[in-house]
């Protein structure tokens, strides 16, 4: 009778752990930066998928092409935040120890 709450208090414990595991995970995430380019256009955004910075390397803007450009920006954008994405799910999974959290896988 008593032992299933001893298994209670276990994953009590365990839950505490990877809640502060993530917190951790998460203020790591706030300082991680991440980098996409595409055609002379880098993106850079933080692990929380904030834009941080757009650069272009000095012939990258064609005053005639505007339309080319926009497209190096959105997925060079697009490629930052994919890999943030990926980051922040491996390192959340090993947390969570393959368990499927729904938000974290």
Known sequence: ?????????????KAKEMKSEMKKVQNELKDLIIEGKKNGVTVKVSGELECVEI????????TSNVKDLEKSIKHAFNQAC????????????????????PGLT
């Not at 009778?1 to 414990?13: A, Q, R, S, V």
């Not at 650069?55 to 064609?62: G, R």
């Not at 890999?83 to 499927?100: M, P, V």
């Open 82 to 101: 994919k890999e943030a994405k990926n980051i922040a799910s491996k390192r959340l999974s090993t947390i969570s120890q393959g368990l499927n959290i």
């Open 55 to 62: 650069s272009f390397e000095n012939d990258t803007i064609p």
């Open 1 to 13: 009778m008593f032992e299933g709450i001893k298994d209670m208090g276990k994953m009590l414990k």
